[in-house]
Nanobody, 124 residues
């Protein structure tokens, strides 16, 4: 069993920054892929960033502004969000892939454990 706990969300003005954290407990080998998704109000859940031993990938809408990283010693994944825009407002989720390896998984069905979500609101 794996538990993912997110933190770091909140209210921020446009142009501001936030860093989300996702800490895993239980069996969480570092070779699993991790993903960040978001669920904007009135829209479907969408992929924000994904990371595996094989690399990184980001949604076009966040490239150059968001960065995902991982601290294996702390079993924690981060999402650094800079130059935030009102359209970044959403509930953000971290997730762990079903399989481990270098593949960059992107589909929601590729992930089996999810955090509880953390609200990010970008507003003046």
């Amino acid at each position: 069993q794996v538990q993912l706990v997110e933190s770091g969300g909140g209210l921020v003005q446009p142009g501001g920054s936030l860093r989300l954290s996702c800490t895993a407990s239980g069996s969480f080998k570092r070779f699993y892929s991790t993903g960040w998704y978001r669920h904007p109000p009135g829209k479907q859940r969408e992929l924000v960033a994904v990371m595996s031993s094989g690399g990184l990938d980001y949604a076009e809408s966040v490239k150059g502004r968001f960065t995902t990283s991982r601290d294996n010693a702390k079993n924690t994944v981060y999402l650094q969000m800079n130059s935030l825009k009102p359209e970044d407002t959403a509930v953000y989720y971290c997730a762990k892939s079903r399989l481990y390896g270098s593949t960059l998984y992107r589909a929601i069905g590729d992930f089996d454990y999810w955090g509880q979500g953390t609200q990010v609101t970008v507003s003046s």
